[in-house]
């Protein structure tokens, strides 16, 4: 198989992660007889820093020619205590959402067996955890007007939703549902917001194609006890952006660590692949970076070419280096391997 | 001294929680030689049922009148799953507070030795855990406009805010602060939202007042983790409505029992009291639900009153109950006291 693979390795250490993404997708070309051809973009304060654009026009161009992206981490702190700055990193990033319409950002909650001495929670907390957060990622608060008075005493955002928005990404989460426990629970606030409301009432009615997946209703506030009270409950949690961006970071702690989350946001046409975890600019160049919330979401991009076995490769050669104990320094604070060493051992692996 | 205190019971096991809390209430008027008298009025599902109108004028009046209010609980979960529904609980509740313009809600999470079995996180998680979240509560989503398009197929949550609704619950919690470890964490989403990077703006400045508070700045996904990894980390949280309505159901879970959690709801005049936890239907009526909420609630309204010793011994009596078994079906499946019982022990015990 041939595929075009977009890489835009963005801030802190979104480039070192993602480089061991790349020996590890060679590794699978190589085993497997396939062929990568990556193709580099900017983003974020990154491309700020070398053309003053957040998303230069040519990211876009070389996200559109590729058949996916693999994307590293953005930020920067210099940015995010300047409420005026004009100009953001995360600009970019939201900017690529919209023009590539990624709007479904699908995001797996497992937990490892290896690392529950890491989870803040009790171990009897986590037995039965796996379920995948869909967010939807093109819409709500996120991209709705956006207003500063002039004298800078009253701001204003609008949550829009179209009944076509919720749709699509909807759909997306029955049929994920299907494939699963058949258990879907929309996540939403309609006891006080219209577009919840809207999103209850159009859920409501998709529910009827799909009779073999039982939905529940919930309210986020109580979602965001829930997942920590008693995650085994879900399977697919269907949410709005902001709402999503909360409880699927919430979620997140289950695992005992957010190093190793991949996430997937996917469209129409292309789809893009990345860890959940920010930039953490503090660790950026030491080499001590967790790379597998990488490597798992580059596994994810296999599982999007329709290459299962791949996939599996990927995640088992991950599981391997989580048995004997070839983990980076978030998760074993004093016997640790380096960012490379660890990409190192996978691709030797595969 | 002499007081007026509004009653509101409200729905589900809102009633008899609330009872308990007028017997305590009671007991510490008879032991410390004050007067409260009481004056119903009605909200929510009851008021819709009794009137039509979750929130009648003469209950607005009854609490204007009145030093401070108690409340029970609100919802029945026959208008949640109605997006069409016209009139609903909440908006009652929703109105209250902008009557009475109660902007500030106030929620501790505390932690129990006794109840930590019953915690979802590890005993270490917890270690040194005593905060607070103060959660702007009449402005923001809720109260932004709403439209739903004619043909049902769009819908539109205005967030807005002005520096003065930031300025008012910002000096509330800055003075917080100054009583207890002397930090604030501003809970927001600047990376994206203006009102978001107004609230920044104007945390920023006046903290210029509060020398002695060291402040910090966290996105609210961000803030989602952390609540749940590292807990200690936190003294005053000071986050907008809807973040807060999220962030402070999460924080409820640390304490091990949600049906142990107080609220205040304080304004520039007159203040409202309620245990955090909903109306729970499925046990109204039963006299198996906990009413510690509202009896800690009933001790933050006479620390309101200024009566710290009598919220010191209502507080007292709690934690009696709590060392000696004496809980609710929630905290022990197995032996358990009724409501009712609970409510009688502290009675006694005051
Ligand atoms: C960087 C930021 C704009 C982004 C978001 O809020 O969507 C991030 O938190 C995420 O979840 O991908
Ligand atoms: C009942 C509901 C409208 C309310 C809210 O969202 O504010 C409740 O969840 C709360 O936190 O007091």
């Known amino acids: 198989m041939e595929k075009k693979?977009?890489?835009?390795?963005?801030?802190?250490?979104?480039?070192?992660?993602?480089?061991?993404?790349?020996?590890?997708l060679n590794a699978i070309a190589d085993r497997f007889g396939h062929s990568f051809e990556y193709s580099y973009g900017i983003m974020g304060a990154d491309a700020i820093d070398k053309t003053g654009n957040p998303l230069p026009d040519e990211t876009i161009d070389t996200c559109l020619k590729s058949d996916a992206i693999l994307f590293g981490a953005i930020g920067h702190p210099k940015y995010d205590n300047d409420p005026t700055a004009k100009v953001r990193p995360e600009q970019g990033l939201l900017k690529l959402r919209k023009a590539l319409q990624l709007y479904a950002n699908i995001r797996p909650v497992t937990t490892y067996r290896a690392l529950q001495h890491l989870s803040p929670l009790k171990a009897k907390q986590m037995e039965g955890v796996d379920f995948i957060v869909f967010r939807e990622l093109t819409g709500g608060i996120y991209f709705g007007k956006k207003e500063l008075s002039e004298d800078q005493s009253a701001a204003v955002d609008e949550c829009t939703y179209t009944k076509a928005e919720i749709e699509r990404v909807s759909h997306l989460?029955?049929?994920?549902?299907?494939?699963?426990?058949?258990?879907?629970?929309?996540?939403?606030?309609?006891?006080?917001?219209?577009?919840?409301?809207?999103?209850r009432k159009v859920v409501q009615e998709i529910a009827k194609e799909y009779t073999d997946v039982a939905v529940d209703y919930m309210f986020v506030d109580n979602a965001a006890m829930q997942i920590i009270l008693n995650p085994a409950q879900f399977d697919v949690v269907l949410t709005e952006?902001?709402?999503?961006?909360?409880?699927?970071?919430?979620?997140?702690?289950?695992?005992?660590?957010?190093?190793?989350?991949?996430?997937?946001?996917?469209?129409?046409?292309?789809?893009?692949?990345?860890?959940?975890?920010?930039?953490?600019?503090?660790?950026?160049?030491?080499?001590?970076?967790?790379?597998?919330?990488?490597?798992?979401?580059?596994?994810?991009?296999?599982?999007?070419?329709?290459?299962?076995?791949?996939a599996a490769a990927v995640r088992?050669?991950?599981?391997?280096?989580?048995?004997?104990?070839?983990?980076?320094?978030?998760?074993?604070?004093v016997n640790n391997y380096t960012t490379t060493a660890i990409g190192d051992l996978i691709t030797e692996h595969i």
């Open 5 to 24: 693979i977009a890489v835009i390795l963005g801030d802190g250490i979104g480039p070192e992660v993602t480089q061991q993404s790349i020996k590890v």
């Open 173 to 199: 989460a029955f049929k994920y549902a299907q494939g699963r426990k058949k258990k879907l629970t929309l996540v939403d606030k309609a006891n006080v917001l219209e577009t919840s409301r809207l999103w």
């Open 316 to 333: 088992e050669a991950v599981d391997w280096t989580l048995a004997n104990g070839f983990v980076s320094k978030d998760i074993d604070p």
């Open 241 to 310: 952006n902001m709402f999503g961006d909360i409880i699927s970071d919430e979620a997140s702690v289950l695992s005992g660590s957010l190093g190793l989350l991949p996430s997937a946001s996917v469209g129409n046409t292309v789809a893009l692949f990345e860890p959940i975890h920010g930039s953490y600019p503090q660790a950026a160049g030491k080499d001590i970076a967790n790379p597998l919330g990488s490597i798992l979401s580059a596994a994810m991009l296999l599982d999007h070419f329709q290459l299962a076995e791949e």
